[in-house]
């Protein structure tokens, strides 16, 4: 079986085929929009190079592969959506046999998130394309969101426009097994729920950050237009002030307050709990420091 993975670069995409490659029956290709240095990937990987907005490369990409997983792209979402159309329309001519898409538990036109609005409308293509497909709806990653925690971890304040919001932060890794196992098996033609083992509303996340990483950590809802303003002071493009702002408005909503045994029962595994992941993390950077400062000596 001939199986692609976009955004094979990227942490996640770059988890699926690690985790495809070497196993009997299956050759991997990793689509990327980089080229990429000799030894990057797995020995085996064949690497493709396309872009999600270059439709012949894409299709190129495709020729002759049984099933893509599909890795979703990134940036604003009208050229997302752009992306993910071009990525559909190339693997329908292609006649590729199951598409094992990435999607989120938010993905509603309804939704004030503007990603929710792309894998909305995202599912829906594929979908009519009558390719045989899975989704995996994610939650948020418990790496992505660690870019508010790390800031809290000097200041000792996670302040966010959350309010009351919960949400079930999930491994990305256990992102990159769920799809794995939709990608090796059969088409599901259904969504399925990927989530952390618990929900936990902000001070909760708060908490479990001091915990991993033995810093006093305390959680301060902040009003969105304060969020905005302060995300706005850090000089990150403007982008991605709305779209961190149209998060955590669906945050608000409890949309991301879902806890799902899908994953255990695709993998067979218990999912990582946040804790799991940030202890994980911290050990690790005692490890190298430790290393470093032997090193020194
Ligand atoms: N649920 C969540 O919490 C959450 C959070 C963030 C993102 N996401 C979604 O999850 C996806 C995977 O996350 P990740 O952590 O693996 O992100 P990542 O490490 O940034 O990887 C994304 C990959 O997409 C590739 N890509 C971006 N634009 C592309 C384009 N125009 N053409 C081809 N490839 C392109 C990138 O390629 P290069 O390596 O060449 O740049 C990169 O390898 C993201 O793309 C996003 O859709 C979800």
Redesign the pocket.
């Known amino acids: 079986m001939r199986i692609a993975v976009?955004?094979?670069?990227?942490?996640?995409?770059g988890r699926v085929v690690q985790l495809l490659s070497g196993r009997d029956g299956v050759d991997v290709v990793a689509i990327?929009?980089?080229r990429l240095s000799a030894g990057a990937l797995q020995p085996g990987v064949e690497v493709a190079v396309a872009?999600?907005?270059d439709p012949p490369a894409l299709r190129a990409a495709l020729r002759g592969v049984d099933t893509l997983v599909f890795?979703?792209?990134?940036?604003p979402d009208a050229r997302m959506l752009l992306?993910h159309r071009n990525v559909i329309a190339a693997a329908a001519a292609e006649r590729v046999g199951h598409v094992a898409a990435?999607s989120?538990i938010d993905a509603d036109a309804a939704s004030p998130f503007c990603y929710a609005v792309v894998n909305h409308l995202t599912e829906a293509l594929l979908r009519a394309t009558g390719i045989p497909y899975s989704i995996a709806r994610?939650?948020?990653?418990i790496?992505?969101f660690q870019h508010w925690l790390t800031r809290a971890r000097s200041s000792g304040l996670l302040q966010l426009p959350a309010a009351d919001g919960r949400i079930s932060l999930v491994a990305?890794d256990d992102v990159a097994r769920a799809l794995t196992a939709l990608a090796t098996g059969e088409p599901t033609c259904r969504h399925h729920d990927i989530t952390g083992p618990d929900v936990a509303g902000l001070a909760g996340i708060a908490a479990v950050a001091a915990q991993a990483w033995g810093r006093p950590i305390a959680y301060q809802g902040i009003p969105p237009e304060t969020f905005h303003t302060q995300t706005a002071a850090t000089g990150l493009d403007p982008w991605w002030g709305y779209a961190f702002s149209s998060l955590f408005a669906s945050v608000r909503e409890q949309r991301w307050d879902r806890v799902c045994d899908h994953y255990t029962r695709l993998t067979g595994r218990l999912p990582l709990a946040s804790h799991n992941v940030l202890s994980t993390q911290a050990g690790e950077r005692q490890d190298s420091a430790g290393r470093a400062s032997s090193d020194a000596q």
């Open positions: 976009t955004g094979a670069a990227g942490g996640l995409g990327t929009r980089r872009d999600y907005a890795v979703s792209s990134d940036g992306h990435l989120s994610a939650s948020l990653y790496e992505f990305r």
